[in-house]
């Protein structure tokens, strides 16, 4: 079948299907098990409206638990053989993992990752969502900075290998090296600082996220407190950091808690650029390298991974809903 014909028959199926069942569901539930007639009208419609909530989250918890919850737990018992899955090991895939130097490097740039870029991708889109909204043609520079959202790590990455290469006629970074007097260098072989490099391309990238959200807040902001602070005799800095960042403080801390699980997360990056080379191993790259040749190795790493990011994703989710409120 056609690509675009078999697409169009799918999108056809599906919302069909979805019509179909939630309308045969409501039939099912309002003339059959609970209709609303008789003697017990009243307490069959009562019924009728516990139960059809669940008619329609239905198929979003079947879809959830056999393409999540299931890989989960799927995942958790692989993760207690050994490589060839033949044999029940319990915690030693574990117990290898965190008694590997590697690992324990990985996990430290995990951590560094974590620390550095929500910090400086949130301070960058709440000092650029001020300062625009102060510009005529604030719209035009906040357009250009959220395109980046826009590409995919891979592509930016590919971007960013022309900034970062060695060969000045190619690399803007030793470009300016040259002229400067200075000889050219690999940013991405010098230790340590390589995983800062990779860090700003991730930072580049959502920079125009939190912009978006925070400069949305920033018009939140009721005037009354703003004109209250100048009549008081308050210069632009105390009104900024002692009126408006305590009113929209709930909505950095969820920016910044989206931007730590995107970061826990990022793998694309640092596999385009570095390959995990140089020092610059992160746990997602860390377990792609064992993904295809120690099945239950690559298992514990990702569970790893899930159980540092599950405290953080159920923290911004309760932040979301305060914000909601």
Do not use: H
């Not at 078999?6 to 003339?31: E, H, M, R, S, W």
């Amino acid at each position: 079948m056609n690509p675009m014909l078999g697409g169009l028959v799918t999108i056809f199926l599906g919302v069909g299907g979805c019509l179909g069942y939630f309308y045969g569901a409501n039939l099912i539930l309002d003339k059959i098990l609970f209709p609303a007639r008789g003697p017990n009208a009243g307490k069959n419609i009562n019924r009728a409206n516990i139960v059809r909530p669940w008619l329609f989250v239905l198929p979003a918890i079947s879809l959830l638990s056999l393409y999540l919850v299931y890989p989960v737990v799927g995942s958790l018992f692989r993760s207690l053989y050994n490589r060839s899955g033949d044999q029940f090991i319990g915690f030693g895939n574990y117990y290898q993992l965190f008694s590997e130097t590697a690992f324990r490097s990985a996990a430290l740039n995990n951590a560094l990752w974590a620390l550095c870029v929500p910090a400086i991708t949130t301070f960058l889109g709440l000092l650029i969502a001020q300062l625009t909204d102060r510009l005529r043609w604030g719209s035009i520079a906040k357009s250009i900075i959220f395109m980046p959202m826009a590409i995919s790590f891979v592509g930016a990455s590919l971007i960013w290998r022309f900034v970062y290469d060695n060969d000045p006629r190619v690399g803007v970074l030793n470009a300016i090296r040259e002229l400067a007097g200075f000889a050219p260098l690999d940013p991405l072989q010098i230790p340590y600082w390589n995983n800062f490099f990779l860090m700003v391309i991730l930072i580049w990238i959502q920079t125009g996220f939190a912009m978006v959200i925070l400069s949305a807040a920033l018009r939140g902001i009721p005037e009354e407190t703003i004109e209250a602070a100048v009549i008081d005799g308050a210069n632009p800095f105390q009104i900024f950091f002692k009126i408006k960042v305590p009113q929209i403080m709930n909505t950095i801390l969820v920016v910044w808690t989206t931007i730590t699980i995107i970061v826990l997360k990022v793998f694309d990056i640092v596999y385009a650029m570095t390959g995990g080379n140089f020092d610059t191993e992160i746990l997602p790259s860390y377990m792609m390298d064992y993904l295809f040749r120690d099945d239950g190795r690559a298992t514990a790493v990702a569970l790893v991974i899930m159980i540092v990011v599950l405290p953080v994703m159920i923290w911004n989710i309760m932040q979301s809903r305060k914000e909601l409120r």
